[in-house]
């Protein structure tokens, strides 16, 4: 079954914008009202001013490259034939502490060796044979 | 923030009088309560003690204890059976699964022990892969097949930002490593001067599951990727076994049968990795453990004649020894090299080869070693020179960099 296999992300009521904005291509994170803080994942209360109100808003959808690494062992039903690809932390321009982590798409393996850390990145999305639809990174043009 | 400690108020009133392994193997038959079992009893007769001495039980992690009878195992013996399995009649404290390492579970003993709550108490990690199913990282030729056909699994919460990607076994890791060696320079090349140190280690351990096996410099170097830039040599080795201590309140200890092994120094950290990026969460939690320990001592790293420090990947080796103060921060790659962390070098490195050498027992091997070191009766057969660093006065050993970590200073005197 192969690229089926890939695990399908489940909204939960917490985090259903999220998955519903994905699926008509478009990001939004969880950002906090009180101080501005973005998110990777919903919270409940901001670790920045313990606010409590927040609201699902889409940053610009530019990022940095963190930190990666090029996965030759796969350890995910799915992925043996992507085998090597990469996973990337990429911090988005709005928030240096948010982090998206996400597999970085469209680096072909000769160009594995140009890759390197605070490469400008943007998020796009990947429509999955298995009808799931995940946030990826690309390479900034 | 408060200030750092000034002075860790257990300081050499605790010491530790035991330490054993039982059989480490991969694929072993007996079970993990069974090995559990065979760790404490070895080091309650290592402490001259007997079952009925024990008064206090510490481990880690908390678990269901799925298998610690005569069936297979997974990864843990829990308090309530060792209680039951070596049948001690009164256990005055007893703690489970605290924190995030086995050093949270020597940790609160030292403290418990202190408080005079208890007197002698047993800390021990038990391993075990399973066979089949979760955990065991080989499948049958019919587990394969039926996962050629399963159906893609659903997943939710945080596993929905993490799974869909292929994220699983080292990923996290690696990419703190990758960013370690762009923003500093480190190539893999340096590396290997710490996989063969700790394969040196492993070689001259009697309870190593890589005892016979050489690694070279061209084997490190031609190791096939896991996730880049880890290769297989970089990563540890699932074993079954246990390895445990017995911990005892050091005005106790005239009498005893092995030379007692002073706390003289402690510090701890930790953080939600989670939620910090690759590379910040390892110097950031590390960094604490650093920070906590020089503060509440007189002494510096010059006093340390060896480390025992926790390597369930090997770039762990580099946040240690820069976040212990030993070089600075982005230097350990160069200040590895040329012997040094040898056991004849400048600074010995887990003697008895690591998590990548010896098998992963989650750091309970890293705290028996750097016990045994301080005893001076790390030898395979008592002088034959294989392993044992001389003169050892102080022994730094840390363990646990994800969530809660300590280190410590195993001592032969008070200090
Ligand atoms: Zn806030």
Known sequence: MGAEQKPVPVATDEDRPYWEAVKEHKFVLHHCRTCGLYSSQPRIVCPKCHGEDFEWKAPSGRGKIHSYTIIYQTFTSGFEEDIPYIICHAAIDEEPTCYITANLLGVPEEDFDKLTIDLPVVIDFEDRPNGSTVPQWRLAK | ?415
């Not at chain 2, 003993?109 to 089949?132: D, H, K, T, Y």
């Not at chain 2, 503060?295 to 480390?307: R, S, Y």
């Open chain 2, 1 to 415: 923030m408060p200030p750092f400690p000034k002075g860790f108020e257990a300081k050499n009133k605790v010491a530790i009088i035991g330490a054993a392994h039982s059989q480490l193997g991969r694929r072993l038959e007996r079970p993990t309560g069974a090995l559990a079992v065979d760790a404490c009893l070895a080091a309650i007769a290592d402490a001259g003690l007997d079952v009925k001495d024990i008064d206090g039980v510490s481990n880690w992690p908390a678990t269901d204890g799925q298998g610690v009878g005569p069936r297979e195992g997974y990864n843990s013996a829990h308090v309530e059976w060792m209680v039951q399995g070596l049948g001690i009649e009164q256990v005055n404290w007893w703690q489970s699964g605290g924190g995030g390492n086995i050093a949270s579970a020597v940790t609160t003993a030292m403290l418990a022990i202190n408080s005079g709550i208890c007197e002698n108490v047993l800390v021990w990690r038990a391993m075990w892969q399973p066979r089949s199913g979760r955990g065991s990282g080989t499948r049958s030729a019919a587990e394969l097949e039926a996962a050629r056909t399963r159906p893609a699994p659903r997943v939710s919460d945080e596993a929905a930002y993490t799974a869909p990607y292929g994220i699983g076994g080292p990923g996290g890791f690696a990419s703190s490593y990758m960013r370690y060696m762009k923003m500093y320079g480190a190539k893999r090349h340096h590396m290997a001067a710490y996989a063969l140190a700790a394969r040196h280690g492993g070689n001259n351990n009697p309870y190593s599951v890589f005892k016979d096996q050489i690694l070279t410099y061209e084997d490190y170097m031609n190791a096939r990727m896991i996730a880049d830039p880890l290769c297989l040599f970089d990563c540890d080795m699932h074993v079954d076994g246990a390895a445990a201590l017995v911990l005892t309140r050091a005005d106790k200890v005239a009498d005893m049968k092995q030379k007692p092994v002073y706390v003289t120094a402690y510090g701890s950290g930790g953080w939600d990795w989670r939620l910090r990026p690759p590379e910040e969460w390892q110097y950031a939690s590390s960094g604490n453990i650093g920070r906590t320990l020089w503060a509440g001592t007189d002494m510096t790293p010059k006093d340390i004649q060896g480390c025992e420090f926790y390597d369930g990947y090997s770039p762990d080796i580099y946040w240690w020894l820069e976040s212990m103060g030993f070089c600075g921060r982005g230097e350990a790659a160069e200040f590895i090299q040329n012997g040094m962390i040898e056991r004849d070098g400048g600074l010995p490195v887990n003697t008895f080869g690591g998590n990548i050498s010896e098998g992963r027992l989650h750091g309970m091997g890293h705290w028996v070693e750097a016990v045994l070191q301080v005893q001076g009766r790390a030898d395979d057969k008592p002088g034959d020179g294989a392993r044992q660093i001389k003169d050892v006065e102080n022994m730094l050993v840390c363990t646990g960099m994800l969530a809660h970590g300590a280190g410590a200073i195993l001592s032969k005197e008070p200090r």
